[in-house]
Each structure stands twice: as C-alpha cells, then as structure tokens.
C-alpha cells in the first residue's frame, strides 16, 4: 500500500508554519505590550514625581554631599541612590530627570512626526518640482551637522525638525507606490478631491509606518536632549535632567560614582526598551519582517 505523503499547496502556509508564525506574533505583541507597560510606567512615575520623591530635587545640604547610597546621611535623611557633589538627593533628581526626558521626547516626536508626514506626504503625492524641492531641503539637512544647528537654536523645535527627514523619505516612497494604486485613480475618475483622497485613502495606509517611525524617534529624542544637556547647551542647572547630572558626576566616577551612574543606567534602559519597541512593532505591523 502506497504511503500518502503530504502535498504542499502554493500559497498555503503549513500546519507547522502557522503554528511558528502564530508562536512569533503572539511573541511579538508581548514583547511590545511590555515596552509599551515600561513607558507607560515612566510617564506615570514623572507625572506623579513631586509625590514619589523623597526630597526637593534642588535643595541643597553640603553636610550630607557626596554621601554614599545610605538610609540616613550625616544631615539625617535617607537617600537610597546618595548624594550628589552639592548634597542634592540622587533619587529625587532622577525622577524629576524623567520628566524633562520624556516631555522633550513626546514634543520633538511630534513637531518632527507632524512636519516630516506633511512634507512627506505632499512629495510623494505631487510629484515633479515640489517633490524635488522637499528632498533637496532633506538631503541638505542630513548634511547639516546637528550639534551645529542646537548651538545656534536650542530646544524641542530643534530636536523635532532634526527628525522629519526619517518621516517625510519614509513616506514619500510609500505614498508614491499608493498614489499609482487603481484605487485612487478610481477615486480620481469620480471627481473625488485631493484631500479627501489624501485624508480618507492616503492616510490610513501609512499611518502604521508612522507610528513606528515615532517609537523609534522618541528614543533617539531622548539621547539627543541627554546629550545636550550634558554639553551644557539643553536644560539649565538646577532643573534636573539625565544628561546634566551624568556631566554634573563625571568628575566624581572614582569616589562618588552614583551621581553619574543611576540616571545614565535609566537613560540607556529607557532608550533600549523604546527602540526595541519600535523594531518589535514594525514587526507586528509588517508581516513581511517577522522573523521564521
């Protein structure tokens, strides 16, 4: 008797790759549901920090400075994460840090997101001049040394125009294979109007590739506003931020090695959790990148 040997059908998954591609998504949205909970859990935590901190961030005590992670430091309070060079309390810092880290990241996500979609958009839906003139102004920015333009324009609208370029070449190419698509030369034939075509059609089937695009430059906002203020040109003194108290520590790393490490341990956790968001969620998005 002859054995029966399964036939595969072009086009159709198997039973043992469904249950792999099942077993990777269900992955996949786990691993983003966790990314997703870790920010959540830090906007929550800068939100509520003039109650979850222990101490004023700013308030000074040179009785207790540089103080090691201890209950009770010689000016009697606890500080469990020390203090820094001028008997600040670590902790309380910290968690007022992520306010500015995160207030900074959301706004130049949205400046850039707004700009870069627009621009994006409208160059790939015109076409000719128009097109060539918003990447001739992108390509001219990539040029452009960023660390320059914050010197001479410092804050949220510089961190969130250095961004729209990754958003408007993004979506220029993805709007310029939609715009040849039937369906909108079928919406054309009926009368239908460039916005609404826009709005209605347009929109909807990038807005995926825009909220990636937005994880991924949250985290890289973030670093960008660390690092100015680690240069001195972003946040001020005494207002608590990641990158000033890793700059305000790096004189102390060999007897008061917290000042500097806490708040850049969280800036590098904070970074890798977002981005990885990002990657997981393209992932989900796009079935075509999700991994065998």
């Known amino acids: 008797m002859a054995s029966s040997i399964p036939v595969s059908v072009p086009g159709e998954a198997l039973p ?30 800068a ?22 992670p201890t209950r ?69 920015q990539l040029a452009f040394p960023f660390v320059l333009l914050a010197i001479g324009i410092i804050g949220v609208v510089v961190i969130g125009l250095s961004g729209w370029v990754d958003y408007a ?8 294979v939609l715009r040849s698509r039937e369906f909108v030369d079928a919406i054309h034939a009926l009368g239908g109007a460039v916005p609404r075509i826009v709005g209605r059609h347009i929109l909807p089937n990038v807005l995926s590739t825009l909220v990636v695009i937005a994880t ?12 100015l203020s680690f240069l001195g040109l972003g946040i001020q003194p005494p207002t608590p931020s990641w990158g ?20 850049g341990c969280l800036l590098l956790l904070t970074s890798l959790v977002v981005s990885r968001s990002g990657d ?3 992932d989900l998005l796009d079935p075509t990148l999700r991994s065998e």
């Open 244 to 263: 000033g108290m890793i700059q305000e520590g790096r004189e102390y790393l060999d007897s008061a090695w917290w000042i500097s490490i806490f708040p």
């Open 216 to 227: 991924l430059q949250l985290a890289r906002a973030i670093v960008l506003e660390a690092t």
């Open 72 to 140: 009770q430091a010689a000016d009697g309070r606890a500080h469990p994460l020390g203090t820094d060079h001028l008997g600040r309390d670590v902790l309380s810092r910290t968690i007022f840090g992520a306010r500015v880290s995160l207030v900074v990241g959301f706004a130049a996500v949205a400046v850039g997101s707004a700009v870069g979609a627009a621009l994006g958009i409208l160059a790939g839906y015109r076409g000719g001049f128009t097109d060539t003139v918003i990447m001739t102004v992108a390509d001219a």
């Open 280 to 282: 997981w969620l393209r």
């Open 47 to 68: 939100v509520t920090a003039p109650w979850l901190a222990p101490h004023d961030p700013v308030r000074q005590s040179l009785r207790a400075r540089l103080a090691a």
């Open 169 to 176: 070449r993004v979506l220029r190419s993805q709007v310029l």
């Open 16 to 45: 043992a790759d469904a249950a792999r591609g099942g077993r990777v998504a269900r992955r996949t949205r786990r691993l983003v549901a966790a990314g997703a909970g870790f920010v959540v859990l830090l906007a929550l935590v």
